[in-house]
């Protein structure tokens, strides 16, 4: 059984879902600026794990997988169209 929660904070979308791939759960943040949701994703990444870098893909147009330095698991989404790969190491 796959649960899914939606809170909304400060106009920001915060999901929850079990994901039994990976830590039994990771927790999806959707962001509606490529910006903001780029910032968020690379303050998570300071002494954690990048999966996936933020990136322009097929399905949200900004999109990054991380663990942060605590080992929680996420998922940044960005709703606004045309966003170009970012290198990681800038801010």
């Not at 903001?36 to 097929?58: D, K, N, S, Y």
């Not at 949200?60 to 998922?75: A, H, N, T």
Request: glycine share 12%; proline share 8%; aromatic share 10%.
């Amino acid at each position: 059984m796959q649960r899914c929660e939606r809170i909304e904070l400060n106009g920001t979308d915060l999901l929850s879902t079990d994901d039994i791939k990976s830590q039994g759960f990771f927790v999806p943040l959707g962001v509606e600026d490529a910006a903001r949701a780029h910032q968020i994703f690379l303050e998570l990444a300071e002494g954690g794990t990048v999966g996936l870098p933020f990136q322009g893909t097929f399905w949200p147009p900004g999109f990054g997988v991380v663990v942060d330095r605590f080992g929680m698991p996420w998922e940044i989404n960005s709703g606004e169209p045309n966003v170009e790969p970012h290198d990681q190491n800038s801010r």
